[in-house]
């Protein structure tokens, strides 16, 4: 029997349900409070009952060990699991249960010790107790002993047995059952009651229904495009009679046949919807902050599972905007994992993704997943697609919560470590896997002859200057290095004050507006308002101040409005949020690609990007260096990426130490292309005397130095006119004199 039960609890925990000891007898007596208690039977071993339940194996292994015929509980909330308890002891549940008329067919069903029955559906619901029905539930917060387990002493002693097959994964929760378990909190649950407007009250129909009534849909978006109008015909008052009417001779036109039509109007007005996210959820979402993703229950998360899902099924654009964040085992539901992977597949293969082709796609598999769960999904079309990415947060931060929540449960692995750095390698290896927050790209797999021709063309198509690097502006270096390729990642980086930040933003200067091409500026540290006044007063050489203040004469203000305009008119793109993820700057770049062909991004800077924040910097830096690398060889489009140099060089007490490689705390060893190191020499007086770029790492071809001036008021670099200005005091009357009489148009 104990290796019997162990097998079980492991393979339950196998397939994603969170599994904890449970006692098969009484305990033994303990005094609390000066109060003798015996535990029951079927309470927990665990010191935190169903809160310790978990997947990992050599947990659950090193509980069996020590309680070889504990009962398996089953942790219902982490499990995605609903649990219909029916009971006979007071009132016979059955009687009611048959009443109810509720096609259970898929779920899984057990027999309990006392003659009752557990039957188990996906989903959710809360945990609750009626003894007027014989009925209870087992959801959030609660939790069900799981066959074979054996009570062997207590009130009811016995076996749970198996009513039918459990090598299924059990259906979703079926049509009517909420309502008949909570008939005045139905909307609290996921399969809400969908409440049309008041009887002859007829609302305005959207524009995209009015554009189908007289239009109709492409070959490939019919059903789904009258789904959609259906569904907003039934929430704005039609009955489904007038719906019915409105779309024939539209449909007719268009090919669809009226058995088609039929069966999308049983759906768009079906009594049991998904309800759109409560008010009350979005006020939440609205209102953010660091714990909003703890703060969001199971079934509030579900509802954002289903809202993200129905914006994929509804706008295949958001597919892969999704698919760049998320991936399978991030959702909390079964059958939403399912959905979510076959959305993904049929996109990926070219397919379009609606209610019909998905539903036939999932009906292959062996899952029992039917039209009417994703049809219940679509009722949340009108979902904000501006929400979408806090929802893909939501969802990727909560499955985060829930592995680390795996790990800080698993402290017996970690403890059985020999020594301290096995231990500490383990824990930093799992926490690693929780902080890599996206999913990973697999590449094609190229043969020698498709490699080689992918090769010569894109030798022909440098050659033929279809392909051209991107000139920075930087003479010296341009005419050396020739340029920055497309897929390169480039670290510019210095000590705190020495420019990183205008060094870039004079490259984009020079890309955008001398060249025309498109830039995006991941401002992580500066918000958009101070890197447009940077830029206009690389632009008019005003210094910062006077911009940035509004302090300017005449000319000057002159000066601005023509600036602006340069600006305003460029294809420059600002973001200044605040502690992005990797996965979120892959998503806005993948939106910008697809809009503008992106020409060049700046990430100011790599310490404000967040992820890994549980390891040391070293570490950190690295892997968000590798995943920034990754973005740039996706997308074809070179990253410049600004980054503090390690402090400890401003430490040494050597002869005008200069920094090296090495100072970038590992980031950029392996992973960038090249490696900018900005230079400024000082005089006793900390006046820059001369300035210069050394770059250290060129991993396609020399190192190398050049010259720049840096004028410090106007948040400029740029190259000495001539020889004897490559030494310059950049400050003073020596720089004015500088930028007005050898920058021309740009004097003031």
């Not at 840096?710 to 020889?723: T, Y």
Request: overall charge neutral; aromatic content about 8%; glycine content about 8%.
């Amino acid at each position: 029997m104990a290796s019997s039960l162990l097998d079980y609890a492991l393979s339950y925990a196998a397939r994603g349900w969170y599994v904890f000891p449970c006692r098969e007898k009484p305990g033994a007596p303990f005094i609390r409070n000066g109060e003798t208690i015996i535990p029951e039977e079927k309470t927990p071993y665990t010191t935190n009952g169903f809160k310790d339940a978990t997947v990992d194996a050599d947990q659950i292994k090193a509980w069996w060990e020590k309680w070889p015929n504990a009962l398996i509980g089953i942790s219902t909330g982490p499990s995605g699991l609903f649990v219909v308890d029916i009971d006979k002891k007071h009132v016979n549940g059955f009687d009611t249960y048959s009443t109810w008329g509720i096609n259970d067919s898929q779920a899984l069903r057990a027999w309990t010790p006392s003659g009752g029955m557990h039957v188990i559906f996906s989903g959710t619901g809360r945990t609750s107790t009626n003894a007027s029905t014989g009925i209870d539930t087992r959801g959030e917060g609660g939790y069900f002993i799981a066959p074979p387990s054996k009570v062997i002493e207590g009130k009811f002693p016995g076996e749970y047995r198996f009513e039918n097959d459990w090598s299924k994964d059990p259906g979703i929760i079926p049509d009517g059952l909420m309502s008949r378990l909570f008939p005045n909190k139905t909307r609290e649950y996921v399969k809400g009651t969908f409440t049309p407007a008041q009887q002859g009250e007829k609302k305005k129909l959207s524009k995209s229904t009015l554009y189908f009534l007289s239009q109709g849909a492409k070959e490939g978006e019919r059903n789904s495009t009258l789904f959609k109008a259906l569904a907003d015909m039934a929430g704005c008052g039609y009955t489904k009679d007038e719906a019915r009417e409105k779309v024939l001779d539209i449909c007719k036109k268009i090919g669809l046949s009226r058995g088609e039509v039929e069966t999308v109007l049983d759906h768009a007005y079906s009594k049991e919807r998904v309800p759109a996210i409560p008010d009350e959820l979005q006020a939440k979402i609205a209102k953010g902050g660091k714990e909003l993703a703890t703060s969001i229950t199971f079934e509030e998360q579900t509802l954002i599972e289903y809202a993200v899902l129905a914006s994929m099924i509804t706008d295949n654009l958001i597919i892969p905007v999704v698919s760049d964040v998320l991936n399978s085992e991030d959702f909390q539901l079964i059958q939403n994992k399912i959905i979510y992977k076959h959305i993904v597949q049929m996109y990926n293969a070219g397919m379009k993704v609606d209610i019909l082709t998905l539903s036939n796609d999932i009906a292959k598999d062996t899952r029992n997943i039917k039209l009417d769960d994703i049809s219940r999904m679509l009722a949340l079309y009108f979902v904000n697609p501006d929400n979408i990415i806090t929802y893909i947060d939501i969802i990727k931060e909560k499955a985060s919560i829930r592995r680390l929540e795996a790990i800080l449960d698993n402290k017996r692995k970690y403890l059985s470590e020999k020594n301290l750095a096995h231990m500490l390698n383990a824990l930093e290896k799992d926490i690693s896997n929780v902080a890599l927050y996206g999913g990973i790209k697999s590449s094609s797999v190229l043969d020698a002859k498709q490699a080689t021709e992918m090769v010569k063309m894109f030798t022909e198509q440098i050659v033929s200057g279809k392909i051209e690097q991107l000139r920075t502006g930087f003479v010296d270096y341009d005419n050396y290095i020739g340029g920055i390729y497309n897929n390169e990642l480039i670290i510019i980086a210095g000590l705190s004050g020495t420019g990183k930040s205008a060094m870039s933003l004079s490259i984009v200067n020079n890309v955008s507006i001398t060249q025309g091409k498109s830039s995006a500026i991941f401002s992580l540290e500066m918000s958009t308002h101070e890197t447009i006044c940077r830029l206009i007063c690389q632009l008019t050489g005003i210094p910062f101040r006077k911009v940035y203040n509004g302090k300017m004469n005449e000319q000057e203000w002159k000066l601005y409005g023509e600036a602006m305009d340069k600006i305003a008119s460029s294809k420059i793109y600002f973001d200044d949020g605040v502690g992005m993820t990797i996965p979120e700057i892959r998503a806005k770049i993948r939106k910008l690609v697809d809009k503008d062909n992106l020409d060049l991004v700046v990430i100011d800077q790599l310490e404000q990007v967040k992820g890994y924040d549980m390891l040391s910097p070293n570490i950190r830096y690295n892997n968000l260096t590798y995943e920034i690398k990754d973005i740039s060889k996706e997308f074809q489009v070179p990253i410049i990426l600004n980054h503090q140099l390690n402090r400890a060089i401003a430490d040494r007490h050597l002869r005008n130490p200069e920094p090296e490689a090495t100072d970038l705390n590992q980031a950029g060893e392996k992973a960038v292309n090249q490696v900018w190191i900005i230079v400024h020499k000082k005089d006793v007086e900390q006046r820059i005397l001369q300035s210069k770029v050394r770059v250290v790492k060129n991993r396609n071809g020399p190192t190398m130095e050049f010259p720049v001036i840096f004028l410090g008021e106007r948040m400029l670099f740029a190259s000495p006119v001539k020889e004897e200005d490559k030494i310059i005091f950049h400050n003073g009357e020596e720089e004015q004199s500088y930028y007005t009489s050898n920058i021309p148009g740009w004097a003031n």
